[in-house]
């Protein structure tokens, strides 16, 4: 069964290197391509570390891996993935008048495939 | 500039005061250790600073890719130039990861084809530009807040992994004229939904509820005034007890020189332009019980050149139409993730971003069936699907020029080796020319 968290793409330190290095590389690649869960979230969900998730909104649907946030960095209904071809693949065309894509805070659905 | 030879006859050479473009910090003190066209080592410079400066070599491959293929540069410009001149509805975007001599060259092109031309601002900073249209900005340099910021807030922002040396350089380490003991004469406030690596930084960490920083500012923006608040609205609505919103505006009134930068979380979030008007709104505010100032932290190395450049050709800062013939400012219309998402766009020129790698779906489908023209440095999403790519020199690394740090001060680039491949002013130069024949062909065949 799904469920309903809000979604917070972001930059991290090795997608920008993953800029640089090219994007073609598996830093670049394996760092826009992890979801982080809160570990209180995974615990609550049955989750384990690498296992794959499918996240869908009205604009789309993607399947990756997960890995626990680290730090306490994520509260509990918040996920975070790296920007990149998967977060922008739920992203809508429609900038409500700003030029700006609604690009973080987004409502998802998330289940264990 | 310092050259010397090692053991083995390799010429060394080493860069002093180079300039750092990855972001919009634009750290001008790097010292480049050079070796042929290879650079080995980056001294002061940050763990994004260094894999930019690292991972720079010279491309392989050749300067220019039709349909994939290889080709001349100048077969290349002249394809790029009748898909823009044929074209009814042409974009010109990117641009933040260029030098102002290679934007104004853009801009002039946009003029010459009747089209629009938009900088990546527009996906970064673009709703916070429209907030200083409406707002206005209270601002300074960063050489200010280095000398006089005792209180310094971050508001949907995460340094520790966009602008790296923010902390060091600029904000909360340095010793300045009126912060002699430097971090120990600051506080440091930090505003987010996540407790970002950032977070550690602070002396106040404040998780908001996520999509309410509006609520929150606003609520500020009432402390600010002495206006009396129901703490159960505040504290359901933003996630934090009013004691603790009053206890923030008590120390922000006390400071002498605060400042809040803000980042994409405000931007990128609902309410978007608003969030940025509601921040610029309260630092005006605060200035009616001491000095504060308001500074975007910008991304792209260059981004704020071309805030600047486009400024200054057409008196808007993004998302500008030239069709008419005179500029037009609209976002939502003219901004690329519209022109693109409502299929308008015919032809497009891509300057130094990669939207295929970070524009929403419908955006990046409908510019995968247009043709387009990109220059960049590397091969990128977006280069790969063009019907006419240029590989160009790396701004910085490669070629001089100036670009703009996220605070408005123009800074020169001081290049380490030279590229085969030309730079983005010299395809854009050449491209500005050829498309300018073909339109007084156009105009004589009309007229």
């Known amino acids: 069964m799904s469920q309903s968290f809000i979604l917070i793409p972001g930059r991290t330190s090795k997608q920008g290197c993953g800029i640089s290095e090219g994007k073609d590389g598996d830093g670049y690649q394996g760092e826009i391509n992890t979801l982080q869960v809160a570990p209180e979230d995974m615990e609550r969900l049955g989750l384990a570390e690498g296992d794959q998730v499918r996240v869908r909104n009205e604009h789309g649907q993607i399947e990756l891996p997960i890995k626990a946030a680290k730090g306490g960095e994520l509260p509990p209904g918040l996920l975070f993935i790296a920007y990149g071809d998967l977060s922008c693949r739920l992203m809508g065309g429609d900038t409500h008048g700003s030029g700006m894509p609604t690009s973080k805070g987004m409502d998802v659905e998330l289940e264990k495939i | 500039m310092a050259t010397a030879s090692d053991n083995a006859g390799t010429e060394l050479k080493i860069v002093e005061d180079a300039t750092c473009t990855f972001c919009g910090c634009v750290c001008d003190d790097i010292e480049l250790k050079v070796e042929g066209h290879t650079i080995k080592e980056a001294k002061r410079a940050c763990v994004l600073g260094k894999a930019w400066f690292l991972n720079h070599d010279i491309e392989p491959g050749p300067s220019c890719r039709i349909d994939s293929q290889p080709a001349t540069v100048e077969e290349g410009i002249e394809r790029a130039a009748r898909i823009l001149t044929d074209a009814k509805y042409p974009i010109i975007y990117g641009l933040s990861d260029s030098p102002c001599e290679a934007q104004r060259k853009a801009v002039s092109i946009a003029d010459w084809i009747g089209g629009t031309v938009d900088t990546t601002t527009s996906v970064c900073h673009g709703p916070s530009g429209m907030a200083f249209q409406g707002v206005g900005e209270v601002t300074c340099t960063l050489g200010e807040v280095l000398n006089r910021g005792d209180m310094i807030m971050f508001w949907g922002s995460n340094p520790a992994e966009s602008h790296p040396r923010h902390f060091t350089k600029y904000s909360l380490m340095p010793k300045g004229l009126f912060t002699p003991n430097g971090r120990k004469d600051r506080t440091c406030v930090i505003v987010d939904v996540r407790k970002t690596k950032s977070a550690k930084a602070a002396d106040i960490f404040i998780q908001i509820k996520p999509r309410k920083d509006f609520e929150a500012l606003w609520t500020l923006r009432a402390l600010a005034r002495g206006i009396e608040l129901d703490p159960e609205l505040v504290e359901s609505e933003t996630g934090t007890p009013l004691a603790q919103w009053q206890e923030l505006m008590d120390k922000m009134k006390a400071s002498k020189f605060g400042v809040i930068f803000f980042g994409m979380g405000l931007t990128m ?133 100036t670009v703009y740090r996220m605070d408005d001060v123009p800074i020169p680039l001081r290049p380490a080796f030279e590229s085969p491949h030309p730079s983005d002013y010299d395809v854009l130069s050449a491209l500005e020319k050829r498309v300018k024949e073909l339109k007084a062909q156009q105009f004589a065949a009309h007229n």
């Open chain 2, 269 to 401: 979030t609902r309410g978007k332009h608003c969030n940025s008007e509601a921040l610029l709104a309260l630092t005006r505010d605060m200035n009616a019980h001491t000095r504060f100032v308001a500074k975007p932290n910008r991304g792209h190395g260059n981004v704020t050149g071309a805030d600047n450049v486009v400024s200054w050709r057409t008196g808007y800062p993004f998302g500008v139409s030239l069709t008419r013939g005179y500029p037009r400012f609209n976002p939502g219309e003219y901004t690329t993730a519209d022109t693109l998402s409502q299929r308008e766009a015919d032809a497009a020129l891509i300057v130094a971003s990669d939207p295929m790698a970070n524009f929403p779906q419908p955006a990046r489908e409908h510019l995968a069936s247009i043709p387009y023209i990109a220059l960049d440095p590397k091969e990128t999403p977006t280069t790969k699907s063009a019907a006419v790519s240029f590989t160009v020199a790396t701004y910085g690394i490669n070629t001089t020029g």
